[in-house]
């Protein structure tokens, strides 16, 4: 199996970012877990961008070089998955603000005493 | 062979850039390194051949994210800033489980870079043959983002502008709204700051917690803002040719606009983008890519139908337009969240600066 | 074509020295003053280099004339970023690093012995 991942070797990296992102995620402060969220998005980028790579390819603008293409379609998802990810974070951030201002803490455990007064 | 030292190199540097995004305590520090992860991650997409989404990660993921995390800190509390690196194990344990059981699973993918895997195969040579032809625009991901996937893309420009509603309907409740604080007097009451200087009308000349705008920093981005600001037009005019597109190009324009707040002052720069202006540009946007669409269906096509517009060349036409309308909403709606989250210089109630910090337990 | 690998390696090489230059003096001066400092002049010479190996190796004058517009954008954004950093420090009350005053009087005594 260690021959076939040498030449799988991003996608190994992507599932570590992905395992990575979903640490962060584990952690208390609530500002970090957004932190988390990202880096987990941007592993799954990653992932996607990878499947459409192709060995010798170049960018797939036809004005560039006009050699084998590598594929679009994953690149057209992650445009619209980059941006949709901003989106989340800014209503989540907006959130937390909320967040704070009513509870005075960003910390998960506290949030949780402070909720069940 | 150096490519694939510059390719493992870089990735090296993902990891270690994301583990130590995990292992920082203080999450100012976190939220900087992200930045830094970021930055590679911009490098990694130009190493897989994908300009279109290196841009929109340079320009999303270093630029508004780390921005909106930073200010959603300084408006919140930081509860250390000692530079200490701590590590769960139990968490650790968890997720090592989850990636080993899932790289198990990655040698039944095709080898990476393989021609002849399917994603090589079916649509995405369909695409590469006769998007140029069909479409008349040169970047092909545009070509699919705007003409044969335009209805994906109209999707996420109506989720974009309901995220800056949204985020404007959750500050509501703590009483933020898009409005600038309106007096002159800081909140704050540390006096060690520089008075205010106010002009004959009234209004206070200063940035946000009563500073007076450097000389210096204004000259530089009366110069700079007009450059930045027609890169960003270019890029979303010319994404239809070279790499770039709506996204990218309204993000880069927003950032000049944000230059212009960091300079000048948050008010100063509401002042002269009010809420009609930016109501305007971000509605105007949505309302553009409908009318396109709705404008196709009368003429007796379906929802964004280029092709049933009696003009020459109406997909290149089509694309170009749909793509400023990304372009517009997508600035309009960066501008929101950064006005919405980073003005109201307020200090929240009980602290007495927005850098204070609190020791955790 | 081994004289322009040779130039591009080395204008590379003394970009890549410059930054890390502008590290170590991240790392090592004592306040956010002198780090600024450090940052914004050697780490915009090291960029500066790395973008003339970028001009140099990609031979075409398109791409050496967008590289000279992104040098001249770099020279006056670095500075401004620090004095922006400097000012705002300033502003918020951050004191300079003084010298210690007893340690400046030992070393002082030892400079006298030698």
């Known amino acids: 199996m260690i021959e076939t991942l040498t030449t799988r070797y991003t996608y190994v990296v992507a599932v570590i970012v992905i395992a990575i992102g979903l640490y962060v995620l584990f952690d208390r402060n609530l500002i970090k877990k957004i932190v988390g969220l990202n880096i987990f998005q941007t592993g799954v980028f990653l992932f996607f961008v990878t499947a459409g790579y192709r060995t010798g390819g170049t960018p797939p603008i036809a004005s560039a070089g006009g050699g084998p293409y590598v594929s679009p379609l994953p690149h057209v998802l992650i445009l619209t998955a980059i941006v949709v990810g901003v989106s989340v974070t800014a209503v989540s951030l907006g959130m937390v603000f909320l967040l704070y201002e009513t509870y005075g803490t960003v910390q998960e455990d506290e949030l949780r005493e402070a909720i069940h007064e | ?361 | ?114």
């Open chain 2, 1 to 361: 062979m150096s490519a694939l030292a510059l390719e493992l190199t870089l990735l090296g540097l993902l990891v270690l850039t994301a583990a130590l995004t995990a292992v920082i305590r203080d999450v100012l520090a976190a939220t900087v390194v992200f930045a830094v992860y970021s930055l590679v991650l911009s490098l990694v997409w130009i190493l897989l051949r994908a300009p279109d989404v290196a841009l929109t990660e340079a320009a999303v993921g270093a630029g508004v994210v780390t921005v909106l995390l930073v200010a959603t800190i300084a408006k919140t509390s930081r509860p250390t800033d000692h530079a200490e690196l701590s590590v769960r194990w139990p968490s650790l344990a968890v997720i090592g489980v989850f990636a080993v059981g899932i790289v198990t699973t990655l040698p039944s993918l095709p080898a990476i870079g393989d021609p002849t895997a399917p994603i090589h195969q079916h649509l995405g040579t369909y695409y590469l043959e006769t998007a140029p032809a069909e479409t008349g625009v040169s970047n092909i991901v545009t070509a699919i983002l705007a003409a044969y996937r335009a209805f994906d893309t109209f999707g996420e420009v109506v989720v974009v502008f309901g995220a800056g509603i949204g985020l404007l309907v959750v500050l509501r409740q703590s009483g933020i709204t898009l409005q600038p604080t309106t007096g002159s007097t800081p909140s704050t009451t540390d006096p060690g700051l520089e008075p205010s200087t106010t002009d004959p009308h009234g209004e206070s000349s200063t940035t946000d917690l009563g500073r007076e705008p450097s000389v210096i920093t204004t000259t530089a981005i009366r110069y700079i803002v007009p450059f930045v600001a027609l890169f960003g037009l270019y890029i979303a005019f010319h994404g239809a040719k070279t790499a770039g597109g709506g996204f990218q190009g309204g993000v880069v324009v927003a950032a000049s606009v944000v230059l212009v707040a960091f300079g000048f002052g948050i008010e100063s720069t509401r002042r002269w983008l009010n809420d009609t202006v930016l109501t305007a540009i971000t509605a105007g946007g949505v309302a553009a890519v409908v009318a396109i669409g709705l404008g196709a269906m009368a003429l007796g096509g379906r929802f964004l139908e280029y092709t049933v517009y009696p003009i020459p060349k109406a997909t290149t036409y089509g694309i170009e337009l749909v793509e400023l309308g990304i372009g517009a909403t997508v600035t309009g709606i960066v501008l929101v969240f950064f006005f919405a989250l980073v003005g109201n210089a307020e200090t929240p109630p009980g602290e007495s600066s927005p850098t204070h910090t609190e020791e955790s337990k």
């Open chain 3, 1 to 114: 074509m081994a004289l322009t690998t040779a130039v591009v390696a080395g204008l590379a090489l003394f970009g890549l020295l410059f930054a890390v230059v502008a590290v170590v003096g991240v790392l090592r001066f004592p306040d956010l003053y002198t780090r600024a400092h450090a940052v914004s002049k050697s780490d915009t010479l090291g960029v500066g280099l790395v973008l003339a190996a970028a001009a140099v190796a990609s031979g075409s004058v398109g791409v050496t004339l967008k590289i000279l517009f992104l040098f001249a954008f770099m020279l006056v954004t670095s500075p401004i970023a620090a004095h922006v950093l400097a000012r705002s420090a300033s502003l918020d009350g951050v004191e300079a690093w003084q010298v210690d005053p007893e340690e400046r009087e030992e070393r002082e005594e030892t400079e006298d012995d030698q």
